[in-house]
């Protein structure tokens, strides 16, 4: 028999800092526009996110991708993605 991998397929968000004053925690914020399926008018909806952020490299208002991942705690499912480095 031959073994059978299943891919994992890992949501990824981008949004903005919120709040960096927790230790090794972020909250991000992210919006996404809605269709209201009766009146067909769109709207904004936002949704905060606790993210793990090990190096405390994030500040409020900056611009981060993150990813899920195992839980960290009771409310950290999600985990920063590295910055790209600048190429100078």
Request: proline share 5%.
């Amino acid at each position: 028999m031959t073994k059978v991998e299943k891919k994992i397929i890992k949501k990824k968000f981008e949004g903005i800092v919120v709040s960096d004053k927790l230790e090794k925690t972020i909250i991000v914020k992210t919006s996404s526009t809605k269709l209201h399926p009766k009146y067909f008018k769109r709207y904004i909806t936002s949704k905060k996110y606790k993210v793990h952020d090990p190096s405390n490299e994030y500040k409020k208002g900056e611009k981060v991708a993150f990813t899920e991942c195992r839980p960290i705690s009771k409310d950290k499912r999600w985990r920063v993605m590295p910055k790209a480095k600048k190429s100078s």
